[in-house]
């Protein structure tokens, strides 16, 4: 048995009743899901900046290439990293995406701002800034 506990790594944890080994979170880990919810990206500068401004100058959803399209007059130089930027966009609730359509199997989507969204969290900034906190105890 402390051979098996040698051989594990040092951020895994033994449990004896069970005998197996499970991961624990590594501090930054841990530090990163204690942090509070993301600042808009229309106050700084970069490339999920430049993607919210194109997404919110736009009449219509966007496709990913014509946000490209758009990126790449911005100065953005790499479609992939566009795409992780407009992914860890909508996983942040800034925006949504929307069908367009076409064939069940080639079905293209678009790429919209979360106006619902952009509302609450402008709502929470003004209650916060009027010092009502802003926080989970507050209620909605």
Partial sequence: MALARALLSLRAAWSPVSGLAARSFSETTAGRSAQAAPAAPDAAEGAKAKLFHILRTASAPLTAAQ???AAQQQGLRSKRYTKLMLNELRTAGFVKTQPLGGPKKHKSFGYRLNEEEQKKRAARLQRKA???????????
């Fill in 130 to 140: 009027e010092g009502g906190g802003g926080g989970a105890a507050a209620g909605p």
């Fill in 67 to 69: 946000v490209w399209e």
